[in-house]
């Protein structure tokens, strides 16, 4: 499963690294002015007109995210860097996977789309697959079968044991 | 002894049968959860959030507080078999720990860590009984400009004090407090960052944010890093300890106790500082003091008993003021508020049976968890070997499930996804994520107040000056951040303290080879130079 990435050079690793952490600037950056822009648009109406509208509080949290942004950059153009968490159950001599991330949020997202259709119990099944998949187990059928029995039991746990109905979707009627 | 009266009321409310079963099922399922490995107890917590929706609240109060201690003790079991600490807390248990499991001696330090956890636990709660009526009874008299003052504080010591990076812990505040910002504005109505979706006008529940950084983006992080094959456990049989070990553990455990509580019963959260100072102090202290770095056993008493005080004195400011400065008290907030309860002063006049037999129900969960825990810690050090693609497979199963279960909607686990991708940035790139829960919480609270604070006074600013205490905490806060830059200033012009400009070298890692996002990095380091320096 360890797909072997291409290895850069050092030099080059290390200016992407440092790129990556201005782009963290940059998105703070964006966001400040999504709020800004966001808040320029609230209607001014007479219950506004108070002491203190709704205006106040995002452009004080405009202004600081976009002063946090400029430190950030700033420190990082000096050579500031942080270092990424670690854990017993990662490797951080190997570069971020990608297919996995995106796979997994991929997986997510078609989750939440087809809930409706399909149901919850399908859904999350195919959800724990998969995701046990991109994870890296072998054994499909194992992987299959919990997903099912997790599926299955939360759903009836769920139903029964604290009266939430989830949703059925393809399986109304049999469940 | 009026407090002892309303304390006697809540026990008698909490140990029906019924109430007892919930008790139980908390502690159990919180103690497995949490001692899965990469689960700290904030996930644990947010993760069983959903299990409590169908109960009424007392009942889910009290599954809730053995699910709290269950997902703290399983943390402490991670942490010393496996040396993979989940929360920072549990960060100083590690370091001892792990040493005494890997000489043999992992039974003992189990059970100093869960006789210590169940004697600071009970002190504690103890404490708590008699400390917050007091504390209400002054936060009651208090007016919005304080409570202003120490939200603010509690922002800027969740994000400058206990973090390695200042910029990138106010980043992550700001960012929270963003989030925070979505939906309808509390006083006006007026829409906010909605978009025009209708789905957000209602803001973004606090348990898809909870879920979302701890579990998603943990998983999602360690997706894109996982190391493949299982890490090697220690297997242990059941805890005891021989005359030595109790001789050795029952002072530390006191004096953990005395030092976790009052850190974390003053709103600066966490219990990373106490875990810490107790380590040192009982190295200090202690007649053996060559067997720390080797498994001293008074090194994980002190520490676990300071953790588990503080957790029971975080408790102090989250229901008399209504301020959560760890991330699982900030998750029990968010619990709290499902049922239309709200922390603070005058939670105590409102629901007095409700306060007191959450009280009551610590007491029993802390009692439940080691009647448990000690006969059935080799079946959780099982747990350790869960093959990882399932564990962290099931971690998204049932993070998905929590988002939907929050609102019984789809669009809440596109909101996980989104927010989940945000926590996996904030790991990538150092950023602590206790600001990001914290300032989504507490911000609209803080508007809240600070409008009042305007109000009252027609606009004038100075109003928010306008109360002593509100003074005195601006004044802590501005030492605070005044304070250590001019001592790293100072250090820098007189002495040969400079920092190290490279990162640290890999060899420092081996004392116990990890650090967490929600800001331990600071006291690992500082554990290292101390290493260093004998």
Known sequence: ?175 | MDNVTLLMEGFSNALTLQNLLFALIGVLLGTAVGVLPGIGPAMTVALLLPLTYALDVTGSLIMFAGIYYGGMYGGSTTSILLNTPGESSSVVTALEGNKMAKAGRGAQALATAAIGSFVAGTLATGALVFVAPFVVAIAIGLGAPSYFAMMVFAFVAVSTVLGASRIRGLASLFIGLTIGLVGLDGTTGQPRLTFGQPLLSGGIDVVVIAVALFAVGEALWIAAHLRHGTPATIPVGVPWMGKDDWKRSWKPWLRGTVIGFPFGAIPAGGAEIPTFLSYVAEKKLSKNSEQFGHGAIEGVAGPEAANNASAAGTLVPLLTLGLPTTATAAVMIAAFNQYGIHPGPLLFQTEPVLVWTLIASLFIGNTLLLALNLPLAPLWAKLLRIPRPYLYAGILFFATLGAYAAGMQTFNIVILLILGALGYMARRFGFPVLPIIVGAILGPEMERQLRRSLQISAGDPAALLSEPLAVVVYTVIVLFLVVPPVIKALRRRFGRGAPPTSGPSTDQFDAFGTQTSDGSARVIQAVRQGRRGK
């Open chain 1, 1 to 175: 499963m360890t797909a072997p990435s291409t290895v850069p050079t050092s030099g080059l690793r290390a200016r992407l690294q440092g790129r990556s952490e201005l782009g963290v600037a940059a998105l703070l950056a964006v966001i400040a002015i999504v709020i800004a822009v966001d808040t320029a648009n609230i209607r001014h109406t007479a219950i506004n007109a108070g002491v203190m509208g709704p205006q106040v509080v995002p452009t004080i949290i405009a202004i600081g995210l976009g002063l946090c942004a400029i430190a950030l950059a700033i420190s990082v153009l000096r050579g500031g860097h942080a270092d990424a968490e670690d854990g017993e159950d990662i490797d951080l001599s190997q570069k971020a996977h990608w297919p996995t991330v995106f796979g997994l949020g991929g997986l997510i997202l078609v989750f939440a789309l087809s809930m409706d259709f399909l149901g919850f119990v399908i859904g999350s099944a195919l959800l724990f697959f998969g995701s046990a998949l991109l994870l890296g187990s072998r054994r499909l059928v194992w992987a299959l079968v919990i997903g099912i029995l997790l599926a299955v039991g939360t759903f009836y746990g769920f139903v029964l044991g604290l009266g939430i109905n989830l949703p059925a979707g393809l399986l109304t009627g049999i469940l």
